[in-house]
Nanobody, 127 residues
Framework: VQLQASGGGLAQTGGSLRLSCLASGLTLGSYAVAWFRQAPGKERVGLSW????????YFTNSVKGRATVSRDNAKNMVYLQINSLNSEDAAVYYC?????????????????????WGQGTLVTVSS
């Protein structure tokens, strides 16, 4: 089982990035997926969450209104686009998956509750 996050790199302040998360070895449609990021010296922070069917999405306040999350279960892919980038967006971005068989509500921002993690993709923002 592997999640592979990609799409990071150098972006300009005010620009946009689209990150991708490709799953292999599992049927991503059976998982909710979240995006987290971690800046140097800081804790891992939940950014966005998308349900297995894409019927529900959540965003943390820091990206709400300038980020979109989507998925293509046929391709085993989840995407995160962030617009209007600023210096605080510079971090390593991770995708994580949690099985829908784990019923009940949970705090989607709690990184400890996810079953699988991608390796991270680095986003650098230059002014």
């Amino acid at each position: 089982v592997q999640l592979q996050a990609s799409g990071g790199g150098l972006a300009q302040t005010g620009g946009s990035l689209r990150l991708s998360c490709l799953a292999s070895g599992l049927t991503l449609g059976s998982y909710a997926v979240a995006w987290f990021r971690q800046a140097p010296g800081k804790e891992r922070v939940g950014l966005s969450w998308i349900s297995s069917t894409a019927s529900t999405t959540y965003f943390t306040n820091s990206v709400k209104g300038r980020a979109t999350v989507s998925r293509d279960n046929a391709k085993n892919m989840v995407y995160l686009q962030i617009n209007s980038l600023n210096s605080e967006d510079a971090a390593v971005y991770y995708c994580a998956a949690r099985s829908v068989t784990k019923s009940g509500g949970y705090d989607w921002t709690n990184w400890r509750l996810y079953d699988y993690w991608g390796q991270g993709t680095l986003v650098t923002v230059s002014s």
